[in-house]
């Protein structure tokens, strides 16, 4: 009789030891998640103060924003930890909270990615659509409003904790493509294969969620973290690279030396592009866009102003205008960003708009005027 309660004895100090032991670990896990990932969120936004602020982008921010709500999470460990009686209130559940900050995380992490300079071929026409914020919205509410029902009525967060599961993998799906993306186009492919393996952490870390092993899925958890928390702050790294290297073409050490080439009865036109990072781009031209270009080069480097008229809607009868249309502009633009940069790598908002900048001045009078905005010393005609 005394060796079974003995036993009984050892079982609940056992018990009691392993308890205690759990509720250390939360603890510990709580202060690490708040403290890190604030710190995390404020230095991924000091970075997006000096530079991306001024570049009107705001991807960092939604990735910092995802940080943040690991932050909030690790508070509420905190006072789910130090207050227990305070998490008996039904607007106060602790796995609800844990669930409604999960999402919002995911949520931030997808509208981060059009921000994205390199996006997956596949990919791209999708998250660039105005479509996106649907796609990615619908879901998210599909799994917020039960779990706000569940917050309040006080019911089981099983179900909760599926839903969640299946929209952090949908997120994992999409970030992991267009990290590696982001990573082998800026040829860092050691980055795109930890990202590669931090990617398969975090989805192995999302099935534990759908087990009981607690201290399993902590130790799962506070590692891809971590690990996306450095894979975050080398992307930034390597945009302040990218940064700094197209700076380069913005300067007076830019370059364009326009060739026309014959050689056995065939004529291949092209243009070398030079000062735009470490090495020269040399493109293949359409016989219109090498026109076009011929005539902005010509023009500038034979007379004075060098500038061309676009023809007005209402133009003058039989006058003859240098450029039809403005559009005929736009296009040579495009050929030249798919020769730099490759076809469909470049977006819209930033290296469009940045080399429409570079290369061509409009007329401070508002007279349809355009011209090369190089100077005659930086641009050439070769014939050969």
């Not at 030891?17 to 969120?41: I, R, T």
């Not at 570049?55 to 509420?76: E, K, P, T």
């Not at 364009?256 to 009865?265: A, F, I, P």
């Not at 090495?279 to 061309?308: C, P």
Request: aromatic share 12%; glycine share 6%; charged share 20%.
């Amino acid at each position: 009789m005394s060796i079974l309660l003995s036993t009984k004895k050892q079982d609940g100090l056992i018990s009691l030891m392993g308890q205690e032991s759990n509720e250390s670990m939360l603890a510990f896990y709580g202060w690490w998640q708040f403290a890190v990932c604030l710190f995390a969120f404020l230095a991924l936004m000091s970075i997006w103060h000096h530079l991306g602020r001024r570049r009107h982008d705001h991807g960092q921010v939604w990735l910092a924003l995802s940080i943040l709500c690991w932050s909030v999470s690790g508070l509420f460990e905190l006072v789910h930890h130090y207050f227990p009686d305070a998490f008996a209130l039904a607007v106060i559940n602790i796995e609800g909270w844990r669930t409604i900050l999960s999402l919002l995380n995911s949520l931030f992490i997808l509208l981060a990615l059009p921000w994205f300079r390199y996006l997956p071929i596949r990919f791209r026409p999708l998250i660039e659509s105005t479509y996106w914020k649907y796609l990615i919205g619908v879901p998210f509410l599909f799994a917020l409003l039960p779990t706000l029902s569940a917050l309040f009525l006080q019911k089981t967060a099983l179900a909760l904790s599926e839903l969640d599961v299946y929209y952090a993998i949908m997120t994992l799906v999409f970030l992991g493509y267009v990290l590696w993306e982001s990573f082998s186009k800026r040829k860092l492919m050691g980055l795109a294969w930890l990202t590669a393996c931090c990617i398969l952490l975090t989805l192995v870390a999302q099935i534990f969620k759908l087990g009981e092993s607690t201290g399993g899925l902590l130790i799962l958890s506070a590692i891809f973290k971590t690990c996306l928390i450095m894979i975050f702050f080398a992307l930034a790294l390597s945009w302040i690279k990218e940064i700094a290297e197209d700076d380069v073409f913005a300067s007076k050490d830019l370059r364009m030396d326009l060739r026309k080439t014959v050689l056995n009865g065939r004529t291949e036109l092209s243009v070398k592009v030079s000062g735009v990072g470490n090495s020269a781009k040399s493109i293949r031209l359409s016989s219109t866009h090498y026109a076009l270009l011929e005539k902005f080069i010509v023009r500038r480097t034979n007379t004075e102003d060098g500038w061309l008229e676009i023809k007005p809607r209402r133009s003058i009868p039989g006058k003859v205008y240098d450029i039809h249309d403005y559009n005929e502009v736009k296009r040579l633009l495009q050929a030249l960003l798919d020769g730099i940069y490759g076809k469909k790598e470049w977006s819209k908002e930033r290296e469009e708009s940045t080399w429409k900048e570079v290369l061509f001045e409009l007329s401070p009078n508002r007279e349809r005027k355009i011209r090369l905005r190089l100077f005659p010393n930086q641009v050439s005609l070769e014939r050969t």
